[in-house]
Each structure stands twice: as structure tokens, then as C-alpha cells.
């Protein structure tokens, strides 16, 4: 069983930034693509970042891309999301996920509980 621990959350004003972290354990790490996914009270799950298994292959969402970068270190378990130039609207509970799978696409198996970044104006 795959455990997911995110960590790095906080309270930030807009224009700052923050990076996320999340631990994995308890599976074969470096054959799992990995994701970051965010939620906020009243809107559908959000499709952050993705990473394939070697770190090679990426992909962002419109809101974020060229702002976050999504990076991984298969020798430490562990899955990054650098997260620059926030604005009020990145404000939201993320996640981290995993997926059996090296792709990227697709849907994702196992999840973390969840870190609170909150950025204010």
C-alpha cells in the first residue's frame, strides 16, 4: 500500500512562494507517474502538475504553468511542487497522487490528505 505524506503548506502573501513536498513509501516509487491536484470548498478537483516516472515528461495546468514546476528525487522518494508569483486564486487544499503506471495520463490510485496553502491579497 502506497502512503502519500504532503508537507510545505502555509499561510503567504500574494507574490511569495512556496514549495511543497510529499514523502512516498510503502511501493516501488520510481515506477509511479506522480501528480499535484488541488481543491477549494465548492469547485470540482483541479489538475495541477503531472510527472512521469523518470522526470522527464511533465505537464501543468493553464492556470499555473510558468509559474510551478512539478520535480521529483527518486533516491529520496519524493515528489516537489515549487510554487512562485501565487496569487489569491492558488489558494486551496493540494494534493499529492500517485499512479501505478509511468505515464502521466490517466487516472491516479493512491493519494496523500492534503496540505492547506492559502495566499492573501
Known amino acids: 500500500q502506497v502512503q502519500l505524506v504532503e508537507s510545505g503548506g502555509g499561510l503567504v502573501q500574494a507574490g511569495g512562494s512556496l514549495k511543497l513536498s510529499c514523502a512516498a513509501s510503502g511501493g516501488t516509487f520510481s515506477t509511479y507517474a506522480m501528480g499535484w491536484f488541488r481543491r477549494t470548498p465548492g469547485k470540482e478537483r483541479e489538475d495541477v502538475a503531472r510527472?512521469?516516472?523518470?522526470?522527464?515528461?511533465?505537464s501543468y495546468s493553464t492556470s499555473v504553468k510558468g509559474r510551478f514546476t512539478i520535480s521529483r528525487d527518486n533516491a529520496k522518494n519524493s515528489v516537489y511542487l515549487q510554487m512562485n508569483s501565487l496569487k489569491p486564486e492558488d489558494t486551496a487544499v493540494y494534493y499529492c497522487?500517485?499512479?501505478?503506471?509511468?505515464?502521466?495520463?490517466?487516472?491516479?490510485?493512491?493519494w496523500g490528505q492534503g496540505t492547506q496553502v492559502t495566499v492573501s491579497s
Open positions: 510527472i512521469n516516472y523518470n522526470g522527464l515528461t511533465t
Open positions: 497522487a500517485a499512479r501505478s503506471s509511468r505515464g502521466i495520463f490517466g487516472g491516479y490510485d493512491h
